[in-house]
């Protein structure tokens, strides 16, 4: 199994990158334009602070419906608990977090720094492109 690409031989590196500081209202239309349904918080550093994902923005709209006011920064609303990925596991390895886990996509830290993300459907093509 040592043979199986690694998790950095996938992952996705051109990423929409948000920052907690944003006001949310503008978080949403990065998402929404972009087409995604989620993306990293990083603060000045390139440090990963958070994940904002569309979930968390319904949340916000439904706060801001109440409460008229759209001025929250990400900050509020994104998710702090983060579990990430090595770069170094491997298509099995990988597959067994997900597996384990909700979340449809990780953020790949190396050095405590993001340099990628993964997806289910990144492993699935991986899986699939490796096998057949």
């Not at 709209?61 to 702090?80: C, F, T």
């Not at 597996?99 to 996509?105: C, G, K, P, Q």
Request: proline residues 5%.
């Amino acid at each position: 199994m040592n043979d199986l690409p690694k998790i950095k031989d996938i992952m996705a590196t051109e990423l929409v990158l948000l920052r907690p500081e944003l006001e949310i209202i503008h978080a949403m239309k990065i998402l929404l334009e972009n087409r995604v349904s989620g993306a990293p918080v990083v603060d000045a550093e390139g440090l990963i602070v958070g994940v904002l994902s569309k979930k968390d923005c319904l949340r916000a709209a439904l706060n801001a419906s109440y409460h008229q006011e759209w001025g929250d920064p990400v900050s509020r609303y994104m998710s702090k608990n983060i579990e990430t990925l090595d770069p170094e596991l491997d298509l099995v390895e990988a597959t067994v977090k997900f597996l384990a886990s909700d979340f449809r996509r990780f953020p790949v830290v190396k050095d405590n720094r993001l340099i990628g993300q993964i997806s289910r459907a990144d492993l699935l093509k991986a899986l699939i492109d490796n096998w057949s």
